[in-house]
Nanobody, 123 residues
Framework: QVQLVESGGGLVQAGGSLRLSCAAS????????LGWYRQAPGKQRELVAT??????????RYADSVKGRFTISRDNAKNTVTLQMNSLKPEDTAVYYC??????????????WGQGTQVTVSS
């Protein structure tokens, strides 16, 4: 099981920037897909961005709503994943969750979640 600890949330005005970080602990984190999801009040949790493992060339994927504004990156030496959020909008307000997924050769999947960090964007 991978343990995930997020940091970097907070309150920012519309148009501002925030940087979220997530520290992952466990074995073989570099072989995991890492990413960020978010959940706004009254809404379902949704994908924000993911970045693939070293075996997939760290391919990135973004929700359409954040393309061009958010950038996901990972540091495999430090087992961290970072989400740089620019040009923030009030609709980006949500609890942001760090995410890890490992797909094993057997086909089994292990998902892990952080505790979440609040991002609030004021208009």
């Amino acid at each position: 099981q991978v343990q995930l600890v997020e940091s970097g949330g907070g309150l920012v005005q519309a148009g501002g920037s925030l940087r979220l970080s997530c520290a992952a602990s466990g074995s073989g984190v570099s072989f995991n897909t890492l990413g960020w999801y978010r959940q706004a009040p009254g809404k379902q949790r949704e994908l924000v961005a993911t970045i693939g493992s070293v075996t997939t060339g760290s391919v990135t994927r973004y929700a359409d709503s954040v393309k061009g504004r958010f950038t996901i990156s990972r540091d495999n030496a430090k087992n961290t994943v970072t989400l740089q959020m620019n040009s923030l909008k009030p609709e980006d307000t949500a609890v942001y969750y760090c995410y890890s997924q490992r797909v094993y050769g057997s086909g089994s999947i292990m998902n892990s979640w952080g505790q979440g960090t609040q991002v609030t964007v004021s208009s």
